[in-house]
């Protein structure tokens, strides 16, 4: 195995228990059992399973049915929906075309999701959202059907709405504004600037930091959590992607959350115990747990 290829060395503990908001044990090398013994070993005892297509959120239900340390959010992610309704094979799960299943396949799924979504065990409806980056202007009408009905369902089920957000910044608001949002909304792997997280923050919305606010490109990313209220900030891994530097390009899991929150901590000129604490507390308030 190259060193590219191998799991980053275990971080200094946090001295504070901490929630990984965001993570996709499905797709991260390991067991169940490994990842969340490797979390707990440096202070994260505590992560939220999302699925991004029926069959994920169908193992996220069962995962978090089966392991107290583990909440699950369902959805179809946003290049999922257009892959069902116009067979696009560069939807989320990249496998490969299939035969376009129009509006009547996305209602069967979106009903699958909504069933999942009535669990006790299942904190959350997401990701949902928009992609502008993955899906052309084709793809736009499905997508934001979809996270209309995500909202409603999130809505219905009383249920946290677990936001992706890629290169739409705009028409994800837009959507908000129109359908009004749940009463928790989650943007994770946030992605906007420091006035996108004034208006979030004026909303009420937590904002859920992941590795990249580490890379050196993402100036912007730490100004907007410069100025995001502690009590709004959520940290996640996204794993196994966006692995916090200096191990990028390698594979993320959810015991490297005290990487990113340490840098988060340096962002916010906190003792990282404190933010740790914090983000905890808002964390359980954002899924009510």
């Known amino acids: 195995m190259s060193s590219k290829d191998a799991p980053p060395p275990l971080p200094e503990p946090l001295g504070a228990s901490v929630a990984d908001s965001h993570t996709h044990l499905d797709m991260q090398s390991g067991t169940v059992d490994e990842a969340l013994t490797k979390a707990a070993a440096v202070g994260v005892t505590t992560v939220v399973q999302v699925g991004c297509d029926v069959k994920g959120s169908r193992w996220a239900a069962e ?4 392991y107290d340390a583990v ?3 369902v959805a179809l992610h946003p290049n999922e929906a257009p892959r ?9 799960s990249r496998q490969g075309a299939r035969e376009p299943g129009g509006d009547a396949a996305l209602d069967e799924a979106l009903a699958e999701i909504d069933a999942l ?5 299942v904190r959350g409806v997401g990701e949902t959202g928009l992609d502008y980056f993955r899906t052309g202007p084709e793809g736009m009408a499905a997508q934001e059907r979809s996270f209309r009905a995500h909202i409603e369902i999130a809505k219905r089920h009383g249920k ?3 936001i992706h957000d890629r290169e739409a910044h705009d028409d994800v608001l837009r959507v908000l504004r129109e359908e009004g949002a749940p009463e928790r909304t989650v943007f994770h792997c946030y992605s906007g600037d420091a006035e996108m997280a004034k208006v979030c923050a004026e909303a009420g919305y937590f904002m859920s930091f992941a590795g990249n606010v580490t890379f050196k490109n993402a100036q912007p990313l730490r100004d907007a959590l410069a100025v995001a209220p502690a009590e709004l900030v959520l940290v996640e891994t996204d794993a196994p992607f966006l692995t916090p530097a200096p191990y990028r390009g390698r594979p993320n899991a959810p015991y490297l ?7 988060m901590a340096e962002v916010k000129g ?9 983000v905890a507390a808002n964390t359980a308030r954002a899924f009510d747990y």
């Open 71 to 73: 909440h699950a959010a």
């Open 270 to 278: 906190m003792d990282e115990d404190a933010l740790a604490t914090a």
């Open 117 to 121: 979504a009535a669990l006790p065990h």
């Open 84 to 92: 069902i309704v116009l067979g696009d094979p560069d939807g989320w």
């Open 63 to 66: 995962t978090a049915a089966a």
């Open 160 to 162: 946290a709405l677990v």
């Open 257 to 263: 959350i005290p990487v990113t929150l340490r840098a």
